[in-house]
C-alpha cells in the first residue's frame, strides 16, 4: 500500500517565521504535489514536481516555494509567513505511466497550519 | 485557466434516500478522476473516467462522464451513514501536460441522518 507521510499533523508557527513542510512518499512515485485545503474552495494546487529537481507552479504559488532535492521527499516552503496561509496542506503523490491518463493520487494526512 | 466547479456545496439526506453531486469543468477534460474525503480523513481515490459517455458502477456509487467530455456526476443510490464525507471530482485537462496535474472541484459535503 501506498504511503504518504507528512512530517506534522498540526504546527503553529508566528508571523514572519520560515516554515518548512515536509513530505516523503514510499512508491518511488514520479509526481509529487502540494495543496492546501479551505471550506468551500476544494483543494487547490500550490506546487507539483514530476522528476527531481523539477518543479512546476501549480494555480497558487504566491508566497510559497518548493524543493525536490531526492525523489521520495517533497518540501514545500513558506517564505515568510502570513496569517493568510492558515490551512490544511496535502501532498500527494501518484506515478507516471508513458501513453497512459493520469494516474491516482495518494494523499497524506495532511497538516493543519495555524499563523499567528 | 481551467476551472471545475461542483454542486451542491452541501447535501443532507435521510438514509436510504438518493444522492448526486455535479461536476463541471470550463475546458474539455481528458479524463476524471472521484475522491472521498471522510470527515477527519484525507482524499481517497474512488474511480477514474476517461471516455466519452462511460458509466462506471461501484456497488451503489454510479459514475458517469458526458458526452463531451466537460461534465461528470457521482449519483449515491440508497444512501447509508458510512456515505458521510465530502466528495471531490478532479479533472484533468486535454491540452495540458501530462504530469498527472489535477484541478479539483470544491466537493460536496454529504451528511446522511440516521
Known amino acids: 500500500d501506498v504511503k504518504v507521510t507528512q512530517s506534522s499533523r498540526y504546527l503553529v508557527k508566528r508571523t514572519g517565521e520560515k516554515v518548512f513542510l515536509e513530505c516523503v512518499q514510499d512508491?518511488?512515485?514520479?509526481?509529487m504535489f502540494w495543496y492546501r485545503q479551505d471550506p468551500g474552495l476544494g483543494l487547490r494546487l500550490i506546487y507539483f514536481?514530476?522528476?527531481?529537481?523539477?518543479?512546476e507552479k501549480g494555480d497558487i504559488p504566491e508566497g510559497y516555494s518548493v524543493s525536490r532535492e531526492k525523489k521520495e521527499r517533497f518540501s514545500l516552503i513558506l517564505e515568510s509567513a502570513s496569517t493568510n496561509q492558515t490551512s490544511m496542506y496535502l501532498c500527494?503523490?501518484?506515478?507516471?505511466?508513458?501513453?497512459?491518463?493520469?494516474?491516482?493520487?495518494?494523499f497524506g494526512d495532511g497538516t493543519r497550519l495555524s499563523i499567528l | 485557466g481551467q476551472q471545475v466547479m461542483q454542486i451542491p456545496q452541501y447535501q443532507h439526506v435521510q438514509e436510504g434516500e438518493d444522492f448526486t453531486t455535479y461536476c463541471n469543468s470550463s475546458t474539455t477534460l481528458s479524463n476524471i478522476q472521484w475522491y472521498k474525503q471522510r470527515p477527519g480523513g484525507h482524499p481517497v481515490f474512488l474511480i477514474q473516467?476517461?471516455?466519452?459517455?462511460e458509466v462506471k458502477k461501484q456497488k451503489r456509487l454510479t459514475f458517469q462522464f458526458g458526452e463531451a467530455k466537460k461534465n461528470s456526476s457521482l449519483h449515491i443510490t440508497a444512501t447509508q451513514t458510512t456515505d458521510v464525507g465530502t466528495y471531490f471530482c478532479a479533472g484533468h485537462n486535454a491540452g495540458g501536460t501530462s504530469y498527472g496535474k489535477l484541478t479539483f472541484g470544491q466537493g460536496t459535503i454529504l451528511t446522511v441522518h440516521p
Open positions: 473516467l476517461v471516455k466519452s459517455g
Open positions: 514536481s514530476y522528476d527531481v529537481k523539477m518543479k
Open positions: 500527494a503523490s501518484s506515478t507516471y505511466v508513458w501513453g497512459a491518463s493520469n494516474q491516482p493520487q495518494h
Open positions: 512508491m518511488d512515485h514520479e509526481n
